[in-house]
């Protein structure tokens, strides 16, 4: 009987939403939808039910009380995301086809979750222990890869292309209400040897004339300026500045650059040899986290904990590759089949998009990590650092608020539970536990370590011992910014860029 209520409840589950979502593709009147959404719940209800008659039947090997806790606390919030989505349809928020995708990628999710149960149970392995071990390992498998590949990967300058045979190039930067960082940043670039070169800088609708007088400062040095203009609503501001440049630029390749860069004299060349030798229509570059004068702890959390999920998963077999905004080349060829940026309007990581489209057509996307070779430093301020977390994490995720309940839950499971559990062991002399929950530990303190020594120059040894710490904040970055893009705002470079995101035509 064991077997069958775990079968009944994977087919119960997978029958009931998928019947759910295909009523709601097809009926949109509010009242029908009240009602489904009705029925959404007490199917959770009945669901939370069987898991409980599983768990105290003593059908799965995991600590009972804990895992009542988690299956509780899931639907919960299952019902509450229901209600929530009703709310942002009738709203106008969203769309009926995101909530029909929504719904289908919670069927996946939760009938995994379900097989794997089952998997464990007739292995008779603890669920937690098990799963903590196999995700730390592969995180840990992929981070080291990253290090290695870091320091076997060599730029040889001028050995495979002269002058003559190099593409030209249009380095462009989007600036908006800068100083210092806009300066250093050109002055890194204006020394880079590489010959056919041209240098945009645009001052996005800036509200004090300060950028535009940095950048006509560089006017001698070829630097030119590109007066933006104001977006219409339905375009995000970075994009259409992006779309400017675009239009203003000459070069066969486009490199990108946020003001907080800082370039080396051969950085740009090697880039674009790189991407001649490899074929390569879109590069973009993980940056040395430049911290200047700070060594504090606060200053590295952020960014690293942004950098660590582009390096913790072999991504390029998934086809969702990493990809960062700080500083990307792409070719005009590529950037032309969305005519620019008017396909990526409303799209807030564009450079995202772009990659996928690039890996999964000809292979012609690529990753690189600075080194001493590949040379690209950023120095952010905490504040920006904060502030880039909540532009970023949420839409990262397409705005699935399940999406966000499932990457939070898979944080605690992973880097938190095993300290519970070791603390569980000392309290109860558990050794076994005590002895497997603590290689879990120095695994994950490993992941995060080599992490920070892939991004940052600072003697880092003391600072990933924190690495908890830095979980817990980032499951904080993560709640934050779905909270802010559906129920606030999200203030970027002054412009509040929720308003262009939610709005689409009835």
Request: glycine content about 2%; overall charge positive.
């Amino acid at each position: 009987m064991h077997l069958n209520y775990i079968f009944l409840s994977f087919l119960y589950s997978l029958v009931v939403i998928l019947f759910y979502s295909y009523l709601i593709s097809f009926f949109k009147n509010s009242s029908l939808l009240k009602i489904l959404t009705i029925i959404g719940i007490i199917f959770d209800f009945n669901i939370l039910i069987l898991f409980v008659l599983i768990i105290f039947r003593k059908q799965i090997y995991a600590n009972q009380y804990f895992f009542i806790f988690i299956i509780v606390s899931a639907f919960l919030a299952s019902i509450m995301f229901q209600i929530i989505n009703k709310w942002r349809l009738f709203k106008y928020l969203i769309k009926e086809e995101y909530l029909k995708t929504s719904y289908v990628i919670n069927v996946g999710v939760f009938g995994v979750f379900q097989l794997i149960i089952l998997f464990c149970y007739i292995l008779k392995i603890n669920l937690f222990s098990f799963g903590s071990i196999v995700f730390s390992v592969i995180i840990f498998g992929a981070i080291l890869r990253n290090y290695i590949k870091l320091y076997n990967r060599q730029f040889v300058l001028n050995k495979y292309a002269n002058d003559d045979s190099l593409p030209s190039i249009s380095v462009a930067i989007p600036a908006r209400n800068e100083t210092d960082d806009l300066i250093k940043l050109l002055e890194s670039i204006i020394e880079s040897d590489y010959p056919k070169m041209e240098v945009l800088v645009l001052d996005d609708c800036s509200s004090s004339p300060k950028t535009a007088e940095i950048i006509r400062q560089f006017s001698h040095d070829g630097v030119i300026f590109v007066q933006g203009e104001i977006p219409s609503k339905d375009f995000l501001a970075k994009n259409y500045a992006y779309q400017q440049l675009y239009e203003a630029s000459n070069g066969d390749y486009i490199i990108f650059m946020g003001v907080d860069c800082r370039v080396d004299k051969y950085f740009i060349r090697r880039t674009i040899e790189y991407m001649q030798v490899k074929n390569k229509q879109m590069l973009s570059v993980l940056p040395i986290n430049d911290l200047g004068k700070s060594s504090s702890i606060k200053s590295i959390i952020p960014q690293s904990l942004r950098y660590f999920w582009e390096l913790a998963f072999f991504r390029k077999f998934i086809k969702r590759p990493p990809v960062l905004s700080t500083c990307w080349a792409v070719s005009r060829n590529l950037l032309s089949k969305y005519d620019g940026f008017k396909g990526l309007k409303k799209d807030i990581l564009p450079e995202r998009t772009i990659a996928n489209y690039a890996l999964r057509s000809k292979d012609s996307y690529a990753f690189l990590l600075s080194n001493e070779q590949l040379n690209l430093t950023s120095f952010k301020k905490y504040n920006e650092q904060i502030d880039t977390a909540i532009r970023v994490k949420y839409p990262t995720l397409k705005r699935n608020l399940s999406s966000v309940l499932i990457v939070v839950g898979i944080e605690f499971w992973i880097f938190l539970l095993p300290i519970l559990e070791i603390i569980n062991g000392l309290i109860f002399k558990k050794i076994s536990e005590i002895l497997i929950f603590s290689a879990i530990f120095i695994i994950n303190w490993a992941s995060y370590y080599f992490v920070l020594k892939i991004t940052t120059r600072k003697k880092i040894f003391l600072f990933s011992i924190i690495y908890v710490w830095a979980i817990l904040f980032d499951i904080y970055l993560w709640i934050l910014s779905s909270l802010k893009y559906e129920f606030g705002s999200v203030v970027w470079k002054d412009r509040n860029i929720c308003i262009p995101i939610r709005r689409f035509k009835i």
